[in-house]
């Protein structure tokens, strides 16, 4: 019987993804990647789902990186193939998803753990919470877009420091790092991803997923500026666009 390793539940237009693999710390596997992808597509289309959370299951782990059995004996070729289904059919998919994700980082979120929360367009973090990409003591380096993200999020010279240390940052060290937008207690982690996701939930979801996609342009260096304008343009012709302008006119709360 094939084992489903996500758990989700919709509540208050919230969907809400627990990697569900407490024995193994929420390791990241080849099937556990598919389901994330099909879930995400899924979510994609509901209509009843305007904002995404990720959390691991158990309190020990968000996602502590990749199941290392799984790839033990892969050649380059195989490597080359898992880097590329894991990149592309999953951390790409997460990073343009056209509603916000929110990364719920509960424990550990080391290796591709690390990757995905930071796919993710925005992370709260427990105040026991650590992280960190260890790939080079294993002897190999981020394949799921680590080097990119990570030096992207925290600069160059603290990339560097962390992915070729290998070593651990604790939460506060991920704040001051901008690695995450928050920390928090344990027992406050659902209420505030609940505030952040409802303070985004006001506003117009399309809207919203233009606005992904002119953020996203500027960070992989594309003509962010021509974005922008086009996607600032394509607002106009949307219904979002009226009711906001017309409950704005008309004193009242918008209805999206």
């Not at 080849?30 to 289309?45: A, F, G, T, V």
Request: glycine share 8%.
């Amino acid at each position: 019987m094939k084992k489903n390793y996500l758990e989700i539940k919709i509540q208050d237009k919230i969907a809400w993804i627990k990697i569900n693999r407490e024995e193994k710390l929420n390791a990241l596997n080849i099937s556990m990647l598919e389901e994330i992808r099909k879930s995400l597509i899924n979510l994609r289309d509901n209509k009843k789902v305007f904002v995404l959370v990720i959390l691991g299951s158990g309190e020990k782990a968000f996602i502590a990186g990749a199941d290392i059995n799984e790839f033990s004996k892969y050649d380059r070729n195989k490597g080359l193939e898992l880097a590329k289904k894991g990149q592309e059919n999953v951390l790409d998919l997460i990073e343009n998803f056209p509603k916000p994700i929110i990364a719920g980082v509960n424990g550990y979120a080391l290796g591709g753990g690390l990757e995905l929360a930071m796919a993710c367009h925005m992370r709260v973090a427990v105040n026991t919470a650590r992280m960190g990409l260890p790939e080079v003591s294993l002897g190999l380096i981020p394949g799921y877009g680590g080097t990119q993200r990570l030096t992207k999020l925290v600069g160059k010279t603290n990339a560097m420091e962390m992915i070729l240390s290998g070593e651990m940052i604790d939460s506060q060290k991920a704040i001051s790092l901008k690695l995450v937008n928050k920390v928090v207690e344990r027992g406050n982690l659902i209420s505030s991803i609940t505030e952040l996701a409802k303070k985004i939930m006001r506003n117009s979801p399309n809207a919203i997923a233009k606005a992904i996609e002119a953020i996203n342009a500027a960070e992989k260096n594309l003509k962010g500026f021509e974005v922008e304008k086009e996607k600032f343009s394509e607002c106009f012709e949307s219904k979002d666009f009226k009711e906001g302008v017309s409950a704005f006119l008309n004193k009242r709360k918008p209805s999206f």
